[in-house]
């Protein structure tokens, strides 16, 4: 079938760690996808962190943040990762994976230390906008690096195990700022970046390969005037609906997880909790999500990533939904976790599905792509739970929206599978 000869051809283009094997998985690949792991872990750390520090915020700092506006500094961030995974992920198809990552990654690294030091509300959400560019541009370019080091076998399995680092980054942070915002106060929390600009960063110099452009000389045979790299590719046959429904459904599984990653500690002590205990819950969100990783990786395997996220997204639904309910604490701390599994778990799978059904040289452009438009539900989910709140409709209101969300996941995603059934059917590859 085409899908085959076109998805495994662009990978003699790739100039992979030496001693890499076409089979085999070389010790100096798995250095390299343990390192854009540790990256991806910050990634997974600024998401957590705004929430940890959003309540000292609002009381502590004297900039006069309300919820609303709260909502809109948290949006910011977002708004960074949108352009950054858009562009990045382009980049990474033309300048190579290595120079693209290591770019995010000092970026990201430098304006989050900077935070820590911001004066007033306005800077503040100004470097978290420049942080983001760097963080959104990093996931995407390190998939599509890692996508070309692994054996075909295992891509699906690794790119959704490397996504585990998110939710890692996130319970880090919920568990650091148990003790040291009290300590020390909310500038801290940013000051954890340093560990990536002195130790991630330099290992990423050391161990990330660099692939070649898909127009350099070396290209796979095979390659022709057709392998254009681009926007436009995606948005043209044979790859038009499958591109619109895949950013579609990370849209709304972003706005999901990012709205909980932003909400949940403030959503818990509007309830009555204290802050520990509302670091707690989103530990609990963030842990389920790490198991989530692991899970959604054996069944994406064997089941395959597109009916496993159907069902990792209703889990998250109806997790939510009962959380509406109010239920004993014991049950909300399950919720959460499913809520955690279901979210991540399905953004995962999105991500595992965009790289194994798109050819080598559309790789980084189509993550690229569903990630920067589905930061979209990243920035929105912010601002909707901050408005709601304002608008005195309560936590619950929340929480419905975003299990609205995870539920809208499933149907999109329910789509996807179906147009791919009926493409392959026909003989179109590569959707």
Not at 192 to 204: K, Q
Not at 237 to 253: D, W
Not at 373 to 379: F, H, L, N, Q, Y
Not at 391 to 420: D, E, P, R
């Amino acid at each position: 079938m085409n899908h085959t000869t076109s998805a495994a051809a662009p990978q003699r283009t790739a100039a992979p760690a030496p001693g890499a094997g076409r089979t085999g998985f070389p010790r100096r690949s798995v250095l390299a996808v343990l390192v854009c792991w540790l990256l991806v872990v910050f990634d997974g750390y600024d998401l957590i962190v705004y929430g940890t520090v959003q309540g000292s915020l609002i009381s502590d700092t004297g900039w006069g943040l309300t919820k609303a506006t709260a909502g809109t500094i948290g949006s910011m961030a977002f708004i960074g990762m949108m352009i950054g995974a858009v562009f990045a992920g382009r980049m990474s198809d033309t300048w190579g994976r290595r120079r693209t990552i290591i770019g995010c990654a000092v970026v990201f690294s430098l304006f989050t230390i900077l935070c820590a030091f911001a004066p007033n509300a306005p800077v503040f959400g100004g470097l978290r906008l420049l942080a983001g560019i760097g963080l959104g541009g990093l996931v995407p370019s390190a998939n599509a690096l890692v996508a070309e080091l692994v054996p075909e076998k295992w891509r699906s399995t690794i790119a959704t195990l490397m996504m585990s680092g998110v939710p890692i980054g996130g319970s880090i942070a919920a568990l650091v700022g148990i003790p040291l915002i009290p300590a020390f106060g909310w500038p801290v929390m940013f000051l954890v970046a340093v560990v990536a600009l002195v130790v991630v960063i330099p290992l990423g110099i050391r161990y990330l390969p660099e692939t070649l452009a898909p127009g350099s000389k070396g290209a796979a045979q095979g390659s022709t005037a057709k392998d254009a790299v681009g926007f436009g590719s995606l948005l043209r046959a044979p790859y038009l609906g499958t591109s619109l429904l895949f950013a579609i459904g990370t849209l709304v599984t972003l706005f999901a997880w990012y709205g909980l990653g932003t909400w949940l500690p403030n959503l818990m002590q509007l309830a009555g909790y204290n802050l520990g205990s509302a670091l707690t819950f989103a530990l609990a969100l963030n842990l389920g999500a790490v198991a989530g990783s692991v899970l959604t990786a054996w069944a994406g395997t064997r089941f395959g990533p597109i009916p496993t996220a159907i069902a990792a997204a209703a889990v998250a639904a109806i997790g939510l939904l009962v959380l509406v309910t109010g239920p004993p604490v014991a049950v909300v701390y399950l919720m959460l976790v499913l809520a955690g599994v279901g979210t991540h778990g399905t953004q995962c799978l999105i991500i595992a599905a965009v790289a194994s059904h798109y050819p080598a040289h559309l790789r980084g452009t189509a993550l690229g792509w569903a990630l920067g438009v589905g930061r979209i539900g990243a920035v929105a989910a912010p601002q909707a739970g901050g408005l709601l709140l304002a608008a005195g409709l309560g936590v619950n209101s929340n929480f419905l929206a975003f299990a609205g969300a995870a539920a809208a996941a499933a149907v999109l995603l329910a789509a996807v599978g179906t147009k791919i059934k009926k493409s392959t059917a026909v003989g179109v590859s590569n959707v």
